[in-house]
């Protein structure tokens, strides 16, 4: 006999797949399902979902076989609630998938097709308003029950947070990815040269509206030459750049809300062939440009709404791609973060990998400020 894979829709509202022997039993074929998605196999029903001429349901059944009631390789099959049993089995049941329901699946288990909103972990039939045993009705004097209508105790957690993706990137053909690192323990970068190919590219998104918010971008940089008028990132091409850096001849640039004012500029701030981390932050209405962890120049004050949505983010070149906008060196851990001061005062420079979530002062000192999950919006970590 050979195997056949099976769709299920779950008693959880979960699509699920299982595999078994095409002349398995029915109830070997439902210990399948119940297996999979965490429950006891007395709770199901099964009936061929993709066959409405079907109208058989179908109990654990010790002597059918799957391929006897049309059950074959493709078939999908539905599942509901056993309706047999006492009144307290039926509530015990319906207490026991609702949870199921409430889990979605284990936290680390990509398959889940519906997101589950909160996990419980237990719940006390005896917090009902009303409970069987048997089936007699046993009324509790539990109105917080009622009011609450839900009978969970226990500890309720937060599944973890999706793991953060960037946007899909377009890399020019000139950038490649080279084994030259800021930190003692090494790593790679991105190489940047003098071309019209020479770029990182995320598309036009809502991301990059800051809006009038908080924002912190920071990024590792190495200059192999000072010259012309190379951009670390730009949304929107001068002289209506709505959000962007731009290192010439050695004076730092900050630009916002699309127009041709410059919003900070600090002379002499690089030299070549030298690690810099650079961290732009707006929080509240200041601007603050810190270089290795400490304030370059005086904080400056900015209210510019930073609302570009429709046009994409470009690292290491300006959004047209002209040979003399190129960066020229290497950037390395590049972060966008929205909504939050990463950095609220000097602080302690990154020495390891950045990461899309952080704890206060990672690397020690102060001032720095937890990322929890959905802040960052670019990571670019060669």
């Known amino acids: 006999m050979a195997n056949i894979n099976l769709t299920y829709w779950g008693l959880t509202g979960v699509k699920g797949t299982v595999t078994v022997d095409e002349a398995v039993l029915v109830d070997a074929l439902i210990t399948a399902i119940a297996t999979d998605e965490g429950l006891d196999t007395n709770y199901y029903v099964i009936s061929k979902l993709d066959d409405p001429s079907k109208s058989s349901y179908y109990y654990s059944d010790s002597s059918t076989t799957i391929n006897t009631i049309g059950i074959t390789n493709g078939s999908v099959l539905l599942c509901t609630p056993n309706q047999t049993g006492s009144k307290e089995q039926r509530q015990i049941q319906k207490l026991d998938i609702a949870q199921r329901k409430r889990q979605g699946g284990p936290a680390d288990d990509s398959s889940v097709d519906v997101p589950y909103y909160r996990i419980l972990n237990e719940y006390d039939r005896d917090s009902l308003p009303t409970k069987y045993v048997g089936n007699t009705t046993v009324d509790n004097a539990n109105p917080?029950?009622?009011?609450?209508?839900?009978?969970?105790?226990?500890i309720y957690t937060?599944?973890?947070?999706?793991?953060?993706?960037?946007?899909?990137?377009?890399?020019?053909?000139?950038?490649?990815?080279?084994?030259?690192?800021?930190?003692?323990?090494?790593?790679?970068?991105?190489?940047?040269?003098?071309?019209?190919?020479?770029?990182?590219?995320?598309?036009?998104?809502?991301?990059?509206?800051?809006?009038?918010?908080?924002?912190?971008?920071?990024?590792?940089?190495?200059?192999?030459?000072?010259?012309?008028?190379?951009?670390?990132?730009?949304?929107?091409?001068?002289?209506?750049?709505?959000?962007?850096?731009?290192?010439?001849?050695?004076?730092?640039?900050?630009?916002?809300?699309?127009?041709?004012?410059?919003?900070?500029?600090?002379?002499?701030?690089?030299?070549?062939?030298?690690?810099?981390?650079?961290?732009?932050?707006?929080?509240?209405?200041t601007l603050s440009v810190y270089r290795d962890g400490t304030l370059r120049g005086t904080t400056v004050s900015n209210t510019d709404n930073i609302n570009d949505s429709l046009t994409p983010f470009v690292v290491g070149n300006t959004n047209t791609y002209a040979t003399n906008a190129a960066f020229v060196g290497y950037i390395t851990n590049f972060r966008l973060v929205k909504g939050l001061a990463v950095y609220t005062g000097n602080f302690t420079k990154p020495t390891s990998a950045l990461t899309a979530t952080a704890s206060a002062n990672p690397y020690g000192g102060s001032n720095t400020a937890a990322i929890s999950a959905g802040f960052t919006k670019l990571l670019l970590v060669p």
């Open 144 to 154: 917080a029950g009622l009011i609450l209508g839900r009978p969970w105790t226990g």
């Open 158 to 285: 937060t599944p973890p947070a999706a793991p953060f993706t960037n946007p899909t990137l377009t890399v020019g053909s000139a950038v490649t990815t080279v084994a030259q690192s800021p930190f003692a323990g090494g790593g790679n970068s991105y190489s940047f040269i003098s071309s019209t190919n020479s770029y990182i590219q995320a598309p036009a998104s809502a991301d990059w509206a800051m809006g009038t918010g908080d924002f912190t971008v920071e990024w590792f940089g190495y200059q192999t030459t000072l010259a012309q008028f190379q951009r670390v990132f730009t949304v929107g091409d001068y002289p209506s750049i709505d959000f962007g850096v731009s290192i010439e001849s050695g004076t730092f640039y900050f630009w916002s809300g699309g127009d041709a004012d410059t919003d900070y500029s600090s002379s002499s701030a690089t030299t070549t062939n030298t690690w810099y981390h650079w961290a732009v932050v707006r929080s509240g209405t």
